[in-house]
């Protein structure tokens, strides 16, 4: 993943540009400019153990519920998502919403978002963007620093996940795939003016 790198997943209705990708010497920070359909919405309630994210809007709304509190979020505010808070957002509007999203550590977030986002342009996830269960345990069981569901509850899952990734692998599905890219077939996306700025997550 590189600054100027492009992605889309059609499931969630989630297209972005990634404005800084997460390196060492920023620290790990991940920002993009994400643009989300009317209707666009994540996977559910989750939470991310150790990650924080910032969500700038810059036009249209975004609907959330963070840590059992809802909310809108419209243009000129920004949302802060502590590490280890339940949180779920949405495009609340009928137009576009415009976002500049950062998440640090960012470089294991993008790894999950690369193969995520990747399966929904195969159509290989549901109308939600979840993957087929043993792809979902593959991938669940890789990525528990990064991001958990609340639903099935957390204890049920580690159960699950770690009797059905194995099978999962042996059946050949991967938490990465070599053959995921960002930038296929997304050209046409386009950074948000170079002269918006935001307050850094630190």
Not at 26 to 36: A, G, K, M, P, S
Not at 64 to 74: E, R
Not at 146 to 169: C, E, H, N, Y
């Amino acid at each position: 993943m590189k600054a100027g790198d492009v992605f889309k997943n059609p499931a969630t209705g989630e297209f972005g540009y990634i404005r800084t990708a997460p390196t060492v010497s920023n620290e790990q920070l991940l920002v993009v400019d994400l643009r989300v359909r009317p209707g666009g919405a994540v996977l559910g309630e989750h939470y991310h153990p150790v990650i924080k994210e910032r969500f700038t809007v810059i036009s249209g709304s975004i609907g959330f519920k963070l840590d059992g509190v809802k909310g809108i979020a419209k243009a000129g505010e920004t949302l802060d998502i502590p590490a280890g808070v339940v949180h779920d957002w949405w495009n609340s509007g009928n137009e576009e919403a415009r976002v500049i999203v950062q998440v640090k550590p960012g470089d294991r977030f993008a790894d999950m978002a690369v193969t995520s986002f990747g399966l929904a342009v195969e159509g290989k996830t549901n109308k939600k963007g979840m993957p087929g269960f043993l792809q979902m345990a593959v991938l669940a069981k890789e990525f528990t620093d990064v991001m958990r569901l609340t639903k099935p509850p957390v204890w049920i899952q580690d159960i699950l996940f770690s009797i059905l990734a194995p099978l999962g692998r042996l059946m050949g599905y991967r938490a990465s795939y070599a053959h995921h890219q960002l930038g296929a077939e997304t050209t046409a996306i386009e950074s948000f003016p170079a002269g918006l700025r935001v307050e850094k997550l630190v």
